[in-house]
């Protein structure tokens, strides 16, 4: 495609998915206990976006890719110590909370507006992509709002593979229930695109591109607006963990075939 | 306020509805008994007629529909325009929808289009001392949040479970219709096709009675020092084939064909299970040669009954994590398995 297309990847942060997390109720909704001490990395499924995204900037000639990420500051750079030496990218911060207890529309109006300000913005060379659903909030719309706002009505979501063919169209493989894909085509960007895994590995680690990335994320994060993000006119009555607590059997010393007739008859429900 | 309800179900091009939406019909039934307020039906489709009988006797006041040709497969574009049309139409306070990934796809441009919010995968929505509330997890179903909200319009994608599936006998219905939006804009997107497995290597299955889960353990060096790949498969095939059991992978061990690793022929990045992977729904879970480390475990949220087979004793399912963990050699166990259930 003469020109290349534009990534834009909406990416944000979550606590590292290792952690335990407990929430605690304040006067404006819940939190997570000890939140700004949690170790946090790059959301997964956005951080597949953001990696898929950079592979397909390598194929197709002309091609560029933003991360825009919408964080409080400190945070950000944390993540960025590590995350930015995946890929390299083109960086736009905004600072504001990254909790999964804010409302989608009102991360959506950040980064749209975000995105509208990129310099060099061609919308018809613009794939919006993201994770298909984060792993705070979890919903699966921020990106949709965000295509909304920019007036973007081809999107696709759980995708794991998108191709660019030889006459420019995109090719894009979305999941559906029980290990189907919908295999779907649109001439042109604009796109949105919700990245399930994709099909790609995690990218080792590489100093040379963290240093690089670096450069313009500290003035990037020097430069980035300060949002308030919330959840206006939602009123949290309960945020808490599962109550059911399991009081796990272990069977030692059991010989297979006592074990195999156990799982036997429970598989067909006689125990 | 008084509410108005509208459910919103798309129709495949077979005349079908999502399973599921058998059990949101269940749901906003209950929802505007405690409400006493009357609620519509919307359906989108190529031809709606079908399952519009089929739902004829739910106690809808109107059936509104989208037909035609440009509404028969999911897009966005289509799919969205078609529901923001039923839900001004309907004049809704509260737009349901039942949980599926073409609906999941377009509930939150919709809102937007509307001037309202959203919630997917919501678990439940009840009327607690008249007041509407919703749950529904966070932090990939570490955190189970209750939840009220101002806006209307108040788009809700629900789960299943979320409602006792509806039955009743089809009959005549008055279709009212109402036009949508589908001029090239909207079908710049052209569907092509549905790529599924062949049925034999067709391991997701939704409807199983039993998760069965495969951990890296079954790909690594073994008591002898060697892996046993090629009969790892085997019995796990077997074991699916015997069972109809539906199958889970950890993200250890789908991520081995990326990295050129042994690689199980019957599993992908689909059959992933937790925190980047799926949260299936089935009564039962066996998870085995996995470690049940906590991003993996996230994905067990509605497997009721577990177990696991792992020779560590102090595995992550040893801690409240199953019901039952026998400590012992999956591939022993399993071959007996499968011996017992020929
Ligand atoms: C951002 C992020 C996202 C993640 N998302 C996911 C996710 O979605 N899903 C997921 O699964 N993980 C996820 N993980 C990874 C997770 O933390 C674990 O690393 C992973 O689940 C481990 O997989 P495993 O149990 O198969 O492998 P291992 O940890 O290698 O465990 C193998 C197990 O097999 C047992 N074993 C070996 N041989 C036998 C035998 N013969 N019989 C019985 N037992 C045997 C061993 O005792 C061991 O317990 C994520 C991690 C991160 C950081």
Known sequence: ?271 | MAEKLLLIIPVEADGSMPKVAWETVGAVRSLAEAMQCSFDVGLWGQDVLPAARALARCGAARFLAVQGDDFAQARYATDAAASEALARASQATMILAPSTSRTNRIIGGVAYRLGGRADTHAASIQLVDGRLQLTRWYYRQRIMVVLEREHRPWLIALEQGAGAPWAGEPADVTLEWVTAAAGDTERRTQFEAIQQPPADQQTIRPDAELLFVAGAGWTKKQRDGQVHVEEADQIIREFLRKSGASLGGTKSIVDQAGEGGAVLSCMSHMNQVGQTGSTPRHPKGLATCCHGEEPHVVGWRFINERRAVNLDPNCGWAHGKADVLYVADAFEVMRKVNELLS
């Open chain 1, 1 to 271: 495609m003469s020109g290349g297309l534009h990534f834009v990847v909406c990416a944000s942060l979550v606590p590292d998915p290792l952690q335990t997390l407990e929430p605690v109720m304040g006067p404006s909704g819940p939190s997570l206990k000890n939140e700004t001490m949690l170790p946090a990395v790059l959301d997964p499924w956005a951080a597949h976006a953001l990696y898929e995204s950079a592979a397909l900037v390598k194929k197709i000639a002309g091609s560029r890719l933003t991360l825009v990420t919408l964080g409080p500051k400190a945070k950000v750079q944390q993540v960025m110590m590590t995350a930015g030496q995946k890929v390299a990218f083109e960086f736009v911060a905004v600072d504001g909370s990254a909790s999964g207890f804010t409302e989608s529309m009102e991360t959506a109006a950040a980064l749209a507006e975000a995105i509208r300000a990129l310099p060099n913005l061609e919308m018809n060379r613009l794939v919006l992509a993201g994770g298909w659903e984060s792993a705070s909030r979890g919903a699966g719309t921020t990106l949709q709002i965000v295509g909304e706002m920019l007036g973007i009505r081809d999107q696709f979501q759980g995708v794991d593979e998108f191709h660019v063919e030889a006459d420019g169209s995109l090719k894009i493989l979305e999941r559906l229930e029980g290990g189907r894909y919908q295999v779907s085509r649109c001439p042109s960007p604009p796109v949105v695109i919700g990245w399930a895994t994709g099909t790609l590995p995690e990218p080792p680690n590489n100093p040379q591109i963290g240093m690089m990335n670096m450069r313009a994320v500290m003035p990037a994060l020097q430069r980035a607006k300060t949002v308030a993000v919330g959840a206006q006119g939602v009123r949290f009555v309960a945020a808490e963990l599962p109550k059911q607590k399991r009081e796990t059997r272990v069977v030692k010393d059991a010989s297979p075939q006592d074990i195999a007739r156990e799982i036997v008859e429970w598989i067909r429900g006689r125990s």
